[in-house]
């Protein structure tokens, strides 16, 4: 492989997306002949989006795209997907909990598969989010018959072609599924391999109240509901 996409999903990540991009793009110079980084920056408030454009004016292969309003996860993949040029696209989170020189272990399975998906040994969140991610991985195994060991893992690697042949809705988180259970139908393979996982440092993930260092951070309701009507449409969809 020497060509790739980056795609990072971004909503006020000031804090991590400089020393997340300068990583990734360290890593990339030296395993890649031919790179992009693209940045989606889902309507954040804070400094996020100056701060990738200051990185833009040094490093050529920083690509930024610019949601005016935040739109949800799923939207800001979905821009990035459309937007990758290369072979192959990897995405990853910009909030620092996953390794870069991780897809080390992903990329010898690109041989085999047409989608490499990681899954977090010894994942470093509060217990009650891994509680309900457990929880959420059934769910999605049974409504929609995706047998996938972290399926909301953000640390995978796709064909391009996968998303030329698939067409995604989701907003929301639930897009991991939905390029999987999609793929899958379309006839692509996904293999699977652990990749370590970090506590997040600096920063807050929006989807959780009460705070990224507690024993418990409750996921809000909004984000639940949201994310079982979208489930519930795409197995409709499915049907």
């Known amino acids: 492989m020497r060509e790739i996409s980056v795609v990072l999903p971004a909503y006020n990540e000031e804090?991590?997306?400089?020393?997340?991009?300068?990583?990734?793009?360290?890593?990339?110079?030296?395993?890649?002949?031919?790179?992009?980084?693209?940045?989606?920056?889902?309507?954040?408030?804070?400094?996020?989006?100056?701060?990738?454009?200051?990185?833009?004016?040094?490093?050529?292969?920083?690509?930024?795209?610019?949601?005016?309003?935040?739109?949800?996860?799923?939207?800001?993949?979905?821009?990035?997907f459309y937007a990758a040029k290369y072979p192959w696209v990897f995405y990853t989170d910009s909030d620092g909990q996953f390794e870069i020189a991780d897809l080390e272990k992903l990329l010898p399975l690109t041989d085999k598969y047409d989608i490499?998906?990681?899954?977090?040994?010894?994942?470093?969140?509060p217990l009650m989010r891994i509680f309900i991610a457990r929880v959420y991985n059934l769910v999605i195994r049974l409504a929609l018959g995706l047998s996938i060991r972290d399926v909301d893992c953000a640390f995978k690697i796709y064909r391009k072609r996968v998303f030329e042949k698939i067409k995604l809705m989701s907003e929301t988180g639930l897009v991991d599924a939905e390029v999987l259970v999609k793929a899958k139908c379309a006839g692509f393979t996904i293999g699977q391999t652990g990749v370590r996982h970090f506590p997040r440092t600096r920063g807050q993930t929006i989807y959780?109240?009460?705070?990224?260092?507690?024993?418990?951070?409750?996921?809000k309701p909004a984000v639940v509901i949201n994310l079982l009507k979208e489930i519930m449409a795409l197995r409709r969809q499915l049907v």
């Open 15 to 80: 804090e991590n997306i400089r020393p997340v991009v300068e990583k990734i793009y360290r890593y990339l110079l030296k395993k890649f002949k031919t790179f992009e980084i693209i940045v989606v920056n889902d309507g954040s408030r804070d400094g996020t989006e100056a701060e990738v454009r200051q990185m833009m004016k040094r490093v050529s292969q920083l690509k930024l795209i610019n949601h005016p309003a935040n739109r949800g996860y799923g939207a800001a993949l979905r821009s990035g």
């Open 116 to 125: 490499v998906a990681g899954y977090r040994v010894n994942r470093q969140d």
């Open 208 to 219: 959780e109240v009460g705070g990224r260092n507690k024993f418990f951070a409750f996921v």
